[in-house]
């Protein structure tokens, strides 16, 4: 007898940050396209570039991206690649999946604590961009926002891959 499928394991807070965050990346999204075509309108039109643009550029890129990704494993639209799927089998396809998974909570956790550290040295001396000045401890917190959470919804589909036996698309 086949036994009920199981409901994903899920939270209702990580969920909520995910989409929070990713809200917050659609507004550095806005922004980036904005000054992107400001600076190219002033810069060739006017002849007079918009100082500090790049700076903006990058850090919104760092918001952009860090704070996309925890979403984007949520809804599974991270590029997957199936090539021997067929040939690995179940089994493979489960460990690979546990495996993954796995490394990616590690490696982010890494990414977390070294983020932090730097957050601390940011914010102790004062760090900032060369023109505009912008305060670089900021960026730091958000890096460490968006891997943490990231890797909570990572840990959450492992439970699931655990619980189930199976990825939730497949």
Request: overall charge neutral; charged content about 15%; glycine content about 8%.
């Amino acid at each position: 007898m086949d036994q009920p499928r199981r409901e994903p394991a899920h939270s209702t807070l990580v969920e909520w940050a995910v989409h929070s965050l990713t809200f917050l990346s659609a507004v550095a999204l806005g922004t980036l396209l904005a000054v992107t075509f400001a600076s190219v309108i002033m810069r060739y039109v006017f002849n007079a570039p918009i100082l500090g643009s790049n700076e903006i550029i990058q850090l919104a890129s760092v918001v952009l991206v860090m704070l996309a990704m925890p979403g984007a494993a949520q809804a599974g639209m991270h590029i997957r690649v199936d090539v021997f799927d067929q040939r690995i089998g179940a089994i493979g396809r489960l460990t690979g999946d546990v495996l993954t998974r796995a490394i990616s909570v590690y490696l982010l956790g890494i990414l977390a604590w070294r983020a932090w550290g730097k957050l601390l040295d940011a914010a102790e001396f004062g760090d900032a961009t060369n023109m505009l000045r912008i305060p670089l401890w900021p960026f730091y917190g958000l890096l460490i926002l968006g891997s943490v959470l990231y890797a909570l919804v990572l840990a959450i589909q492992l439970v699931d891959i655990v619980r189930t036996g199976a990825a939730r698309d497949e």
